[in-house]
């Protein structure tokens, strides 16, 4: 096991926050001028941008188009400087691969597809600075990106990465100490990294329908559920600050150009 | 209507605006857009700063690692720095390997850091022929509105004078190396300054042009000027300029320093 303790006595975090509490988050949406929707989001120390170009037609080969719905493509970038060792390659190796796949398979749920057939929605993010659950930031800027882009979605598709951190050795509440691991919900790199087992999930949080889900490390399936339940609630809680954002970005980007014209 | 005109004339639609001495944007044409500097925003850098000209926005974010010098330069470092032109900063680029357009960029970046001499590349040795720093300058372009070589030169100044340095301690007998807590920050030289002009119709200079004035212009013209004197004019092709036009823009360049310089120096003492 790690050679710290993710959780104090008290049941605080090493950052000081409770097991349930996301990170800071602050995010902008409409940032740059050239993309159709973007957005920048900061939770906790990582910072994420999203650009959305589309819909458009197909680039590149007509035999990627498909007849009854939209294509989107995704592409999952770090920046070199984004992390503690210099990465070599911002993009194409097998995590960014995977990580862009799990983007464009989370955004095939939420956007309402059938609307362009034979058109193509790209969604590009770049993450640069990362400190833990990157995934997550990326999902969450990139919705904020479509809702700039007005592309019409399902609903809001949020996403939290929650860590199940051993209970402290030395509890001060012998309750939670028999129910076992505790649910850290928007991990950071150091809860990420400590060895514990991860769960990501994106989801439609109005709803509660799960998206995308992943379980990193053997995790017991008596724990699935309440971690589950945590990262549900995570993931709603994530859509709040969103919906305020949105609703607080057009109210005054109509101020603006009503004051222009 | 005047967007359905731009779409169609495009050319005509500018040579319309700059009949009257006007830029789309409002800008006379020999105006410089507003600049904004952030400097020190990615925590996880060596060094780091954040550049708006305009709608173009470029950040640089350096990291140093510890390398081999070069056998014919043993007591020497390196810089590396490239620029990144991402399709999320213009529906132009596409995903895949680096284009042309940004390794030249990356080239003229190199370029511009050995002819300013803003850097001694000996200070970044440590041991000769043992150990020296590298420093990898990266410039993601995140919203590409033109005169990019210009925020990329701004940021990268800016970047390198928010850097610091560990000690590093080498031990002959063991070969082994020692990174210290105690940073020092990194010793700039000189300056460089870059600004950028585009010819449209063979004979009107723009300054500091928007994306969409490169793509109508007829030429482009990049002069780097550092500490009153010139370091670097790169013309790539385009319509001729006579000497007069030349003079001017190397005049410009030069006003623009001050202006430039006290940005970097404000942006600097507001973050330390």
């Known amino acids: ?261 | 209507m005047a967007l359905q005109y731009k779409t169609i004339h495009p050319v005509k639609y500018l040579r319309d605006f700059l009949a009257h001495n006007v830029r789309p944007d409002g800008r006379g044409l020999l105006k410089f857009r507003p600049m904004a500097l952030n400097v020190r925003s990615i925590s996880s850098a060596d060094g780091s700063a954040l550049v708006k000209i305009g709608n173009t926005s470029v950040i640089c974010g350096i990291k140093a690692e510890l390398a081999t010098p070069k056998a014919e330069e043993p007591d020497r470092g390196f810089i590396v720095p490239n620029v990144e032109l991402s399709p999320l900063s213009s529906s132009k680029f596409r995903p895949g390997p680096p284009s042309e357009e940004a390794q030249v960029a990356s080239q003229f970046v190199f370029d511009v850091i050995l002819n300013s001499g803003c850097i001694d590349t000996k200070c970044l040795c440590i041991v000769p022929d043992k150990l020296a720093w590298v420093l990898y300058c990266d410039l993601v372009c995140l919203n590409y509105d033109g005169s990019v070589l210009d925020a990329c030169i701004l940021a990268l100044m800016a970047a390198l004078n928010t850097v610091s340095l560990p000690e590093v301690e080498y031990d002959h007998e063991k070969s082994t190396t020692t990174v210290k807590t105690e940073r020092v920050p990194l010793k700039i030289l000189s300056m460089p300054v870059s600004t950028t002009h585009a010819i449209f119709d063979d004979e009107v200079l723009l300054a500091d042009p928007t994306c969409e004035e490169e793509d109508l212009a007829s030429g482009t013209i990049t002069v780097v000027v550092s500490e009153g004197k010139l370091c670097s004019v790169w013309k790539p092709g385009g319509s001729p300029l006579t000497e007069s036009q030349m003079d001017g823009c190397v005049d410009r360049a030069k006003n623009r320093v001050s202006s430039v310089l006290d940005l970097i120096n404000t942006a600097l003492k507001s973050s330390s």
């Open chain 1, 1 to 261: 096991m790690a050679g710290f303790d993710l959780l104090s006595d008290q049941g605080l975090r090493l950052d000081g926050r409770r097991s349930n509490e996301l990170r800071k988050i602050q995010c902008k949406l409409g940032v740059f001028s050239q993309p159709d929707g973007s957005s920048y989001l900061e939770q906790g120390n990582t910072k994420v941008l999203a650009a959305v170009y589309g819909p458009h037609e197909i680039r590149g080969s007509r035999a990627k188009r498909l007849l009854d719905q939209v294509l989107v493509n995704c592409q999952y970038s770090m920046a070199t400087f984004s992390t503690g060792e210099r990465k070599r390659r911002p993009r194409g190796d097998r995590k960014s691969q995977e990580m862009s796949s799990h983007l464009r398979q989370t955004f095939e749920a939420a956007i309402k597809t059938e609307l362009y057939p034979r058109s193509q929605i790209d969604i590009f993010v770049e993450v640069l600075q990362a400190d833990g659950g990157n995934y997550s930031a990326c999902v969450n800027a990139a919705t904020l990106a479509l809702v700039d882009a007005g592309i019409p979605l399902h609903e809001y598709v949020t996403s939290c990465t929650t860590v199940l951190a051993p209970p402290p050795a030395t509890s001060w509440d012998d309750e939670k100490l028999e129910e076992g691991e505790i649910a850290l919900v928007d991990a950071s790199h150091r809860e990420e990294t400590s060895g514990s087992p991860t769960l990501t999930v994106a989801a439609l949080a109005d709803s509660g329908r799960l998206v995308l889900c992943q379980v990193g490390q053997r995790l017991h399936l008596d724990r699935m559920n309440r971690a589950l339940e945590r990262a549900l609630q995570g993931c709603k809680d994530v859509r709040d600050v969103l919906d305020e954002a949105v609703r607080d970005h057009l109210a005054n980007c109509g101020i603006s150009e009503a004051a222009s014209s």
